[in-house]
């Protein structure tokens, strides 16, 4: 099956005025060949995931660890506002992203690259995109990369840009059960809410388990976090 073409892609969601989800995240990453996309917004909690295919697990678990650990390439290409283009994980310097390439070769990914969302001095977040193979992108998919960050960029500054075209509420956000943990450990500690994050990603990082995970068992009071110096 001949992979979609972008530009009808971006053609039918900006043309129906329907907002980021009017994207397929699986029919953009075949049109890139790639395994999977993700785009993820900046917040005062550092980047929250808005969009990408449930079924991209690697993906998915690529931007998690980056958001637990605080750094890589999506949150690079969000805050400098400069791409970030990575032919091979496993090839980098150690020093580059200390604590992140260690833990992402158990993901099956080698490839990886992310692109700023902004315009002007305005940065929203970053577009990231992988594949299992190792390489450059080619130029024509680099090409359509890039008409992609600024069309999801263009998009996600309308009014219905993070609606959910089926409900007209707003997209659901990927990490609000780490959100609501945060909350649940700033109302029982009374520290800010700053120092929950922090507290509950050194958890999830020292315990070496998956932050959704921990933030579950902190709201349903299956964690002893609370009374944990980490």
């Avoid at 953009?28 to 295919?53: R, V």
């Avoid at 809410?193 to 902190?218: E, G, N």
Wanted: hydrophobic share 45%.
């Amino acid at each position: 099956m001949p992979a979609p073409d972008l530009t009808t892609l971006l053609t039918a969601a900006t043309g129906a005025s329907q907002g980021l989800a009017a994207l397929p995240p699986a029919s953009c990453a075949a049109a890139l060949g790639l395994d999977g996309l993700t785009i993820s917004l900046l917040n005062k909690a550092g980047l929250e995931l808005i969009w990408h295919d449930p079924a991209d697990t690697a993906g998915i678990a690529f931007e998690d660890l980056q958001y637990t650990l605080g750094e890589g390439p999506t949150g690079d290409a969000a805050r400098t506002g400069e791409l970030v283009i990575v032919p091979d994980l496993r090839a980098l310097p150690e020093d580059r992203w200390p604590a992140l390439l260690p833990a992402a070769r158990r993901l099956p990914l080698r490839a990886v690259f992310a692109l700023p969302l902004h315009l002007g001095a305005i940065r929203l977040g970053a577009l990231t995109g992988h594949r299992a193979a190792p390489g450059r992108p080619t130029r024509r998919h680099m090409s359509d990369a890039l008409a992609l960050a600024e069309a999801a960029t263009l998009i996600l500054l309308t009014p219905e840009g993070t609606r959910d075209i089926s409900s007209d509420n707003p997209l659901p956000l990927h990490r609000a059960l780490i959100h609501q943990a945060a909350g649940a450990i700033t109302v029982r500690l009374g520290i800010p809410i700053d120092q929950a994050l922090a507290r509950l990603r050194a958890y999830a990082f020292t315990h070496d388990r998956p932050l959704l995970a921990v933030a579950h068992d902190v709201v349903h009071h299956e964690s002893h976090l609370d009374n944990s110096p980490i």
